[in-house]
């Protein structure tokens, strides 16, 4: 596929039953329709899609509360994987938040390709959460990046 166009936007409503798609194509615990839904009412909620020539390729959702950010959920979908469209989610929090002091987010710890991700934007693992993560069972690595 030629890409002509890549933007990040942010996400509304009636973008949900794509982003489902991508979520539940993802990751063995996805979250579901509603909790997606839920998102748009939550104070703080920061939620970025990303799209190649308008098609929705992936999105991110990070929550700010003061000047903390946590990344909570971030997936691109696999045949757009490895252009540079994850960064690119990371980069536009990181722009919309030029007042948070510190990062943060858990990843599974064989989820290398996330942990490589985050390493190149600067995360720094900081501790582990035993058996954090359900289906399958896994301690999740927490990272860190300070503004
Ligand atoms: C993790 C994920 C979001 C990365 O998205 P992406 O668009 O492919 O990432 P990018 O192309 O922006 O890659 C940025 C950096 O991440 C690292 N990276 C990404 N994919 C990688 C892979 N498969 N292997 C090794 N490093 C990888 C590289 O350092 C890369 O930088 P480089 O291209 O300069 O080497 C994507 O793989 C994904 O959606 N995975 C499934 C969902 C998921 O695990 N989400 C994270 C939950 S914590």
Known sequence: MEIN????????????ENIFIIEVNC??????MSMLLEEFKIDGSLFFKCLVNNIIAGYIIARVVFDEVD???IAISEKFRKLGLGGKLIEAVIKATKNAKIYSLEVRETNYS??????KYD??????RK????NPKEDG???IRRN
């Open 27 to 32: 990751f063995d615990d996805p979250w579901t």
């Open 114 to 119: 996330a942990i490589k991700l985050y390493e």
């Open 123 to 128: 995360f720094e693992r900081i501790g582990v």
């Open 131 to 134: 058996n954090y993560y359900t």
């Open 71 to 73: 990344i909570i959920n």
């Open 141 to 143: 690595l927490i990272m």
């Open 5 to 16: 166009k890549i933007e990040i936007k942010k996400c509304d409503e009636y973008d949900i």
